[in-house]
């Protein structure tokens, strides 16, 4: 995953024509450490898309203009509006995440 560290990047980012999925995380957050553990397979398995990481405390106006209120968050975005978004409450395990992908993106 390719780490987005300002907004300027951010915003150049979600102007995608193909959908790019975004982790929102923090260095303190345990369950953003935990899925760093069991995450690689799913985005193989989706290598079709780009993935980024955004740290939601060193951007946090990105984390608030997309209502991210926990973390880790996955969301999808395509020419500039977000399509999807998986709170974290429901992003726990990877059968969550690997739901969440198959419906949003097919």
């Known amino acids: 995953m390719q780490k987005i560290n300002d907004m300027n990047a951010f915003k150049s980012v979600i102007q995608s024509d193909s959908p790019v999925i975004i982790k929102f995380e923090a ?9 760093d553990m069991w995450i690689d ?13 955004v740290n939601r405390d060193e ?3 990105a984390a608030i203009e997309n209502d991210v209120m926990g973390i880790p968050s996955l969301l999808i975005f395509k020419n500039g509006q977000k399509l ?7 992003a726990k395990s990877p059968e969550q995440v ?3 992908l198959s ?3 097919g």
Not at 27 to 35: H, Q, S, T, V
Not at 84 to 90: G, P, R
Request: proline share 5%; hydrophobic share 30%.
């Open 27 to 35: 260095g303190w957050c345990p369950d953003c450490r935990a899925m």
């Open 41 to 53: 397979p799913i985005v193989e398995k989706y290598n079709a898309y780009q993935w980024y990481t």
């Open 59 to 61: 951007l946090e106006e």
């Open 84 to 90: 999807h978004h998986l709170h974290s409450a429901h």
């Open 98 to 100: 690997e739901s969440y």
């Open 103 to 105: 419906e949003s993106l």
